[in-house]
């Protein structure tokens, strides 16, 4: 016959842990608590410290300013605006340099739109040239010197069915105009 040993579970009970373990145990579990939540509260705060918006006084470098309001309301043609603004991301920032085209709706409100082809992203030169559509209304349009296609004073494709130029929407505050650079507005319509 077989020898079998059975053990209850009388006899094998957990150690005891003395009162000193136990309050050394949950203060550690504490502070490794109240660190995690410092942790993650510190990154919030530096968080919208570093991305604050143009109501806190202090503008991000991707938000750039173009000009007062009634100044750029007044212009009758396309207007090309240089800009110099700093394109950030999470670890590094550097300076750019670029340019927009600014006109005014009849509605008077601004139209800013990217200079990128939207066939390849060549950059669009203006050209004013008669030859250079078939309306030969004087107009300024634009000109892809890659690819050939063509867009007109208000950005609408003319000849190949593209896009529209991406737009930019004002930022308006008092009687300044800004556009965030980071944020074009892809537009769908031809």
Same mark, same amino acid.
């Given at each position: ?6 053990? #209850? ?9 003395? /009162?000193? %373990?136990?309050?050394?145990?949950? =203060?550690?579990? =504490? ?5 995690? $939540?410092?942790?993650?509260?510190? $990154? ?14 202090? /503008? ?22 240089? #800009?110099? =603004? ?19 709706? %009849? ?7 990217? *200079? ?18 078939? %309306? ?12 050939? =296609?063509?867009?007109?004073? /208000? ?11 991406? $737009? ?9 105009? #800004?556009?965030? +650079? +980071?944020? *074009?507005?892809?537009?769908?319509? %031809?």
């Amino acid at each position: 016959m077989v020898n079998v040993e059975v053990f #209850y579970m009388s006899d094998h009970l957990p150690d005891k842990i003395s /009162r000193r %373990a136990f309050l050394g145990s949950s =203060a550690k579990l =504490a502070v490794g608590i109240a660190g995690l $939540l410092a942790g993650t509260t510190g $990154l919030f705060v530096y968080g919208a410290h570093k991305h604050r918006g143009l109501g806190s006084g202090a /503008r991000p470098g991707h938000i750039v300013e173009l000009g007062e309001l009634e100044w750029l309301r007044s212009l009758n043609t396309v207007k090309r605006m240089n #800009y110099e =603004a700093v394109y950030e991301d999470a670890w590094n920032s550097k300076p750019v340099k670029g340019f927009v085209f600014v006109t005014t709706e %009849a509605d008077g409100s601004v139209l800013i739109m990217s *200079p990128a082809c939207t066939h390849l992203g060549c950059t669009i030169a203006p050209s004013t040239d008669v030859g250079f559509h078939e %309306a030969k209304d004087g107009q300024l349009y634009f000109q892809c010197p890659c690819h050939g =296609a063509q867009f007109d004073h /208000r950005g609408h494709s003319i000849n190949l069915g593209l896009n529209r130029l991406d $737009l930019y929407e004002p930022i308006i505050e008092g009687s300044t105009v #800004y556009f965030d +650079m +980071m944020k *074009p507005i892809r537009q769908t319509e %031809a």
